[in-house]
């Protein structure tokens, strides 16, 4: 910092684990920007993340939840707890939607119909889930493009789920474009009711219809995605948009997020900060002018 020259120093924790650094850089500001329950991500120290997290959250001159469900605890350890969901970055998923887009070679010599998912394939995805359903449904195919964080050979046993790995961030649009009906299969546990998945905009964004797990974040999205609350029903969700899609949902889904650009997310949030900033700015004045008469 002192070789860039760096004077207004503004700290901004997305996660709690670099607490000590808070107060000891001469910030200006403090921003705790918090996206998910970190204390139950698998194979952190629980009673440590806490602490640190309760540290970071009551040191912080702003903080922002990205889930409701997030908000009435973390408002406990900072009045100035605001809302802030993700965003998406629309004009590059949505060219999911144009039909001049190819998919890859290798996605589109697979039969239809194509069942997507698209993100790290980790201890939130529900791959019980994902062998019930390629089981039920021998015909369909099961594309799951992403990392594989937790053991998915018996996933590769099901020759309809056909696993891509990792795929650079600019292609998905064209892996998308290849899927008749995009999902996103989580558990539902304490993680992932405190989460608002990403990618649920960004396959919205496609204009495909989504089938998903039944989470908070997802349940506002009702009017335009396809919830499911076991296994029966979420092969249920998935027949149904198959087979009973129009223009007019596809308009509804991208509509729905067209708003949502990580721009004007972005826009929402520093706005906050800077207010913050000047009020904070004022109220050390006042000290200041106060301890002076």
Not at 83 to 88: I, L, T
Not at 146 to 154: I, K, L, N, P, Y
Not at 241 to 254: G, I, P, V, W, Y
Request: proline residues 5%; contains cysteine.
């Amino acid at each position: 910092m002192r070789r860039l020259g760096f004077r207004k120093v503004i700290l901004w924790f997305v996660v709690p684990h670099p607490a000590a650094l808070q107060g000891q850089l001469g910030e200006l500001f403090s921003v705790y920007y918090c996206t998910d329950d970190y204390s139950d991500l698998p194979g952190v120290d629980r009673e440590e993340i806490e602490r640190l997290e309760d540290q970071v959250a009551r040191g912080a001159d702003q903080v922002f939840v990205t889930a409701m469900t997030l908000m009435d605890s973390r408002k406990k350890l900072n009045p100035t707890t605001e809302y802030a969901p993700h965003g998406v970055d629309f004009e590059h998923f949505h060219k999911a939607s144009d039909p001049s887009v190819i998919p890859p070679e290798s996605a589109r010599k697979l039969r239809r119909p194509i069942i997507g998912y698209f993100g790290t394939i980790a201890e939130w995805v529900d791959t019980d889930l994902l062998l019930y359903l390629a089981k039920a449904r021998s015909d369909w195919t099961f594309l799951l493009i992403g990392m594989a964080t937790v053991d998915v050979s018996e996933l590769r046993t099901c020759s309809n789920i056909i696993l891509t790995g990792p795929q650079p961030y600019e292609k998905l649009p064209e892996w998308a474009a290849a899927f008749d009906v995009a999902v996103l299969p989580f558990r539902v546990n304490q993680l992932t009711v405190s989460s608002n998945p990403l990618k649920l905009r960004e396959y919205l964004a496609t204009g495909k219809p989504v089938v998903s797990s039944s989470l908070p974040e997802v349940e506002k999205f009702a009017g335009c995605v396809h919830i499911a609350r076991n296994q029966e029903e979420f092969l249920e969700r998935i027949k149904e948009a198959l087979t009973n899609d129009s223009e007019a949902q596809k308009r509804a889904r991208t509509q729905e997020v067209m708003g949502s650009t990580w721009e004007a997310r972005i826009a929402d949030v520093l706005q906050i900060v800077e207010s913050g900033m000047l009020k904070k700015q004022n109220k050390d004045l006042g000290v200041c002018i106060d301890s002076r008469s």
